[in-house]
């Protein structure tokens, strides 16, 4: 038998593991209420934390660049930043306007599809955000162990140890948001402020040599000439190529899925914060240009500074250009700590892509009924996704390569769904000139997306894997949590109030459920008749009538709003929900509360084969009514003297 003391640990343990959960039925925007105004951060802190993926792309991009462009990769590089800050930019700022909660762009799509539709689109985008997000997290860590094996200082003990050294970062990664968001956003501050100033000093430094040494760049032009004859020539190879330059887009989602973390104006309106999307807006401009400062500042030094042969596999310089110039002009010692930032912001990379999650997985699949209820809470999700991360480190064996498709495909795929979105909106509005901006955008995005899978179709091979197991686990829990009492909140009008305080003098609570067809008196005359009939009630004993219309059947949750109506004498309750027997059930049991009475309700068999009607209440709320709503009733009640009383005859 456990012991008092035991039990009050495991009641510890379950209260800190499951903290920040909201209430199970209670109405809320997201996982948990929304920050106020004083909790949340600075906005360049909150960059910060999103700048850990966004900035550590350059401890790899320049590398990448050289070797996909060659000597073009300068060119190239301004191509990605013009698609950065006349593209990107402004179509996330536009999310972040429309999705000031962390929704991201998928929110927007939600709206603009209703229904299973848009519930689908979701979950195959959800896919994509979970390649992307997961793949941030296994691919940063398996490139901070490369760079740790790669320094000259690391003893050899730690040769052929890169998946172990993987593990132990991801795992430190997930310890580092048990603890909480605060703690995370103190680390990314520390971090991108020395990154960033160690590649300043780099940068710096490298355009000094190629001042004392301006013959490299005009090798590096006679070269450009040589091998591309025209401008035209150039700027068209450049944007052939710039596709494999798409991880420099990296950063843009996360920044608006931790939009919730950022401080806005104390007279921010709860539902559309000005302040705060002000402030997002601010972050995500800032980022952008100053990551397009170092992108072209590094492309150019690495390809004028670097010989060709060493950004191939097995070069020095390969996957750690800029790396390569601080130990080159800087000296080994410079070199190590250029190299420990490196790694630590590349550990840390994954934090934006945790924060992601945290803000953008309860946000849907628990509210779709999709999830169990507990992954609303942070830390059960953080140690989920750290058992993914380390199952697909483990597949892919910490092969920074290997990840890379997966990473493109799916910051593109999310960035063009953006596009898409802002465009649909505009669109809606009526706002002709941003519709042919964005739709301009749209049609870049999905040309590079394209390009990208094209060269390296294992990237969607990858996602596909992550949509089949978000849409095939999230029909499943929709399924297992089908009869839960799926009701966040009972509003009765003045009508139904008084219909309720009269049917509690009564000697029972008798409730016939009608489905509505023509709603005449001959309908609910003869209704009344045959129940009473089948169940031997007396003639004169009061009943009420209680019609539930289904409003949207893709909806897990609904807030039920009860309305009361006098139709030729007979009492009638209305309701509008997602499903049909769940409202029902919820309804008998507030019932019962505000009463002190158990009701009774009234049903009639349905005809048909069990099986399609099951098949019926999941997809469509409706189905076989009367024995849904018992198991509804059992699995709300388990105290039989207090459930209420299905009859059907």
């Given at each position: 038998m456990t012991s008092a003391a035991e039990e009050q640990h495991q009641r510890g343990f379950r209260g800190w593991l499951l903290a920040g959960m909201p209430h199970r039925y209670r109405r809320h925007p997201g996982p948990g209420r929304l920050p106020r105004d004083d909790e949340g951060k600075p906005w360049w802190k909150v960059m910060c934390l999103t700048g850990v993926d966004y900035f550590s792309t350059l401890g790899y991009q320049p590398g990448i660049a050289a070797l996909a462009a060659g000597v073009i990769a300068p060119i190239a590089t301004v191509v990605l930043v013009l698609l950065t800050l006349f593209g990107a930019l402004p179509v996330y700022r536009r999310v972040a306007q429309e999705s000031p909660h962390g929704e991201g762009s998928l929110a927007m799509l939600e709206r603009l599809l209703p229904r299973w539709r848009g519930k689908l689109v979701i979950l195959v985008l959800l896919?994509?955000?979970?390649?992307?997000?997961?793949?941030?997290?296994?691919?940063?860590?398996?490139?901070?162990?490369?760079?740790?094996?790669?320094?000259?200082?690391?003893?050899?003990?730690?040769?052929?140890?890169?998946?172990?050294?993987?593990?132990?970062?991801?795992?430190?990664?997930?310890?580092?948001?048990?603890?909480?968001?605060?703690?995370?956003?103190?680390?990314?501050?520390?971090?991108?402020?020395?990154?960033?100033?160690?590649?300043?000093?780099v940068v710096i430094v490298s355009f000094g040599h190629v001042l004392s040494a301006p013959h490299v760049v005009a090798d590096w032009h006679n070269l450009l000439v040589r091998q591309y004859?025209?401008?035209?020539?150039?700027?068209g190879v450049a944007l052939l190529v710039f596709p494999k330059l798409a991880l420099g887009l990296s950063g843009f989602e996360t920044g608006?899925?931790?939009?919730?973390?950022?401080?806005?104006?104390?007279?921010?309106?709860?539902?559309?914060?000005?302040?705060?999307?002000?402030?997002?807006?601010?972050?995500?401009?800032?980022?952008?240009?100053?990551?397009?400062?170092?992108?072209?500042?590094?492309?150019?030094?690495?390809?004028?500074?670097?010989?060709?042969?060493?950004?191939?596999?097995?070069?020095?310089?390969?996957?750690?250009?800029?790396?390569?110039?601080a130990h080159g002009y800087l000296g080994d010692v410079f070199g190590t700590v250029y190299d420990t930032s490196t790694i630590a912001i590349l550990w840390f990379a994954g934090a934006?892509?945790?924060?992601?999650?945290?803000?953008?997985?309860?946000?849907?699949?628990?509210?779709?009924?999709?999830?169990?209820?507990?992954?609303?809470?942070?830390?059960?999700?953080?140690?989920?996704?750290?058992?993914?991360?380390?199952?697909?480190?483990?597949?892919?064996?910490?092969?920074?390569?290997?990840?890379?498709?997966?990473y493109a495909t799916g910051v593109l795929v999310l960035i063009s769904s953006a596009a898409l979105a802002v465009t649909l909106s505009a669109r809606r509005r009526g706002a002709r000139r941003a519709t042919v901006a964005f739709g301009l955008i749209t049609v870049v995005f999905l040309y590079t997306?394209?390009?990208?899978?094209?060269?390296?179709?294992?990237?969607?091979?990858?996602?596909?894997?992550?949509?089949?197991?978000?849409?095939?686990?999230?029909?499943?829990?929709?399924?297992?949590?089908?009869?839960?009492?799926?009701?966040?909140?009972?509003?009765?009008?003045?009508?139904?109030?008084?219909?309720?305080e009269e049917a509690a003098t009564w000697d029972e609570i008798n409730i016939i459920a009608n489905e509505p067809d023509a709603r005449d008196e001959q309908e609910y005359r003869e209704k009344e008749a045959e129940q009473k009939e089948f169940h031997h009630l007396p003639d004169d004993a009061p009943v009420l009538f209680l019609e539930v219309t289904i409003k949207d059947a893709s909806e897990f949750e609904t807030e039920l709003t009860v309305h009361g109506e006098e139709r030729f004498g007979y009492r009638v309750l209305k309701v509008e929900s997602s499903t049909i027997p769940n409202a029902i059930a919820a309804l008998l049991l507030h019932i019962r509360d505000v009463t002190g009475k158990v009701p009774h309700i009234y049903f009639a068999w349905m005809e048909g084969n069990p099986v399609p009607h099951a098949f019926r209440y999941l997809l469509s709320g409706d189905g076989?009514?009367?024995?849904?709503?018992?198991?509804?009733?059992?699995?709300?009640?388990p105290d039989r003297d207090r459930r209420p009383l299905v009859h059907v005859g």
């Open positions: 896919g994509f955000v979970a390649t992307d997000f997961i793949i941030t997290i296994t691919l940063s860590a398996a490139d901070a162990s490369a760079h740790v094996m790669e320094n000259p200082f690391v003893p050899h003990f730690f040769g052929g140890k890169q998946v172990l050294i993987t593990l132990v970062l991801i795992a430190l990664l997930g310890a580092v948001f048990l603890r909480g968001f605060t703690e995370a956003i103190g680390i990314a501050v520390v971090l991108v402020g020395v990154y960033l100033t160690l590649n300043l000093v004859a025209s401008p035209w020539l150039m700027i608006v899925a931790v939009m919730p973390q950022i401080k806005g104006a104390p007279d921010d309106d709860p539902r559309h914060p000005a302040g705060r999307i002000r402030n997002g807006r601010r972050m995500l401009a800032t980022a952008a240009v100053i990551m397009s400062v170092f992108l072209v500042a590094s492309s150019f030094l690495t390809t004028v500074l670097i010989p060709q042969e060493e950004f191939r596999p097995g070069g020095a310089a390969s996957g750690r250009a800029l790396a390569f110039l934006s892509a945790m924060a992601g999650l945290l803000n953008l997985v309860p946000r849907y699949l628990p509210r779709y009924g999709m999830a169990p209820d507990w992954t609303r809470a942070p830390r059960p999700l953080v140690l989920v996704l750290v058992a993914i991360a380390f199952v697909i480190t483990l597949i892919f064996d910490a092969n920074v390569d290997a990840q890379g498709g997966a997306t394209g390009a990208n899978i094209v060269e390296r179709p294992d990237g969607v091979k990858i996602a596909s894997f992550f949509i089949a197991a978000i849409v095939l686990t999230s029909f499943v829990s929709r399924a297992m949590r089908s009869t839960e009492l799926r009701t966040t909140e009972i509003v009765l009008d003045e009508t139904a109030q008084r219909f309720i076989d009514i009367p024995p849904l709503t018992r198991e509804v009733l059992r699995r709300a009640e």
